[in-house]
């Protein structure tokens, strides 16, 4: 075949393309396109590879597409956010255990210690959950760690709400010929509490039946990587879950902000408020930096939002009250709970 003395010849990983203004068999070497190859010399167009595949950096042959998640061989924030989750647990867990030791104490007696040790629970479930999120995602961890995730949140915020509406009604009936005194016990908070996570156990088994979350091959967002991921199945199950959440932690926040400067000396209403403003700052700065990444980022992002909200709940909730039993036993009395002005 005659060859022209105008050209060189192309490599595999290019094609010919028309130099314009010279003779059809001048010609120059133009690279393959994305996603496509030349796997021998002077080729006339380039194919492109399966969908699976993808071609190597000379784009002479196609290669398998790296999966991407978040593996416990490849990403440090994997073993970061698995040591993070087991410390709060465990914290979680002591905390829990010694609440029950000193269960007759006034400073865990005091606002309903049956809702702490719920509260304390489901914060346990909730560190635990991260887990789920971790690892090759499939169809029934896909389906398991948004319920798992969002069941006990749920029951965190349903106990925190039934603690501030608690500590309403208690304000309420020290004034003299207050209606409220017949709503002091321990059967409202408990209704409240059951009340409000039903409700959201009900939406997550709507979820599930109707349009459950599933395992999800993403090989367009990023070029030459597969992301495994979990898509949610029904959006509007997922945020009506986030959304309910955030309603309860909103109403919270009102109640105990209302109450913040009631007379105890300790009054609960102030880490209550605390608390749910770190939980409503969190999830609220989440949901645009959920949506805005892609791959095993969003899936980092929801993790550190369970894990930055739980602690803090943790943390304003529990610790005025650990420092008073490790600390300052000789305040933990019945006296010093009510305050002066109520006596």
């Known amino acids: 075949?005659?060859?022209g003395r105008c050209s060189e010849e192309c490599l595999?990983?290019?094609?010919?393309?028309?130099?314009?203004?010279?003779h059809p068999c001048c010609y120059n070497c133009a690279p393959c396109s994305e996603g496509e190859i030349s796997n021998h010399s002077d080729s006339e167009l380039c194919k492109k590879c399966p969908e699976n595949e993808w071609p190597n950096k000379a784009k002479n042959t196609c290669i398998d597409k790296v999966n991407e998640y978040l593996s416990y061989k490849e990403d440090i924030l994997v073993l970061l956010f698995s040591i993070t989750s087991v410390i709060f647990a465990t914290t979680s867990l002591l905390i829990l255990g010694l609440f029950f030791l000193l269960r007759r104490t006034p400073i865990v007696r005091a606002n309903n210690?049956?809702?702490?040790?719920i509260l304390l629970f489901s914060l346990i479930l909730s560190f635990l959950s991260v887990f789920l999120f971790l690892g090759r995602p499939v169809d029934i961890t896909c389906m398991l760690q948004q319920v798992i995730f969002g069941v006990p949140f749920t029951i965190s915020a349903s106990s925190i709400l039934a603690k501030t509406i608690m500590v309403f009604i208690a304000f309420k009936a020290t004034r003299p010929g207050s209606s409220c005194r017949k709503?002091?016990?321990?059967?409202?908070?408990?209704?409240?509490m059951l009340f409000c996570s039903s409700i959201q156990v009900m939406n997550c088994i709507l979820w599930l039946s109707i349009s459950p979350p599933f395992q999800e091959y993403d090989m367009d967002s990023y070029p030459g990587k597969v992301i495994i991921r979990c898509?949610?199945?029904s959006v509007i199950g997922f945020y009506s879950m986030l959304g309910y959440m955030g309603?309860?932690?909103?109403?919270?926040?009102?109640?105990?902000?209302?109450?913040?400067?009631?007379?105890?000396?300790?009054?609960?209403?102030?880490?209550?408020?605390f608390s749910m403003l770190v939980f409503c700052s969190v999830w609220i700065a989440m949901i645009p930096a959920y949506l805005s990444t892609r791959g095993k980022y969003m899936v980092?992002?929801?993790?550190?939002?369970?894990?930055?909200s739980s602690a803090g709940i943790l943390l304003c909730m529990f610790s005025p009250k650990l420092y008073i039993i490790l600390l300052k036993p000789e305040l933990n009395?019945?006296?010093?709970?009510?305050?002066?002005?109520l006596l």
């Open 231 to 233: 898509n949610e199945g």
């Open 113 to 117: 210690r049956n809702l702490s040790f």
């Open 1 to 3: 075949v005659p060859r």
């Open 183 to 192: 709503w002091v016990g321990v059967k409202l908070p408990n209704t409240v």
């Open 300 to 308: 980092a992002v929801e993790i550190f939002a369970i894990l930055t």
């Open 247 to 273: 309603f309860l932690a909103a109403v919270s926040f009102v109640l105990a902000f209302m109450v913040r400067t009631l007379p105890d000396s300790f009054n609960e209403a102030k880490y209550i408020t």
């Open 12 to 22: 595999p990983g290019f094609r010919k393309s028309v130099r314009e203004g010279y």
């Open 333 to 341: 009395t019945r006296g010093t709970m009510l305050g002066k002005r």
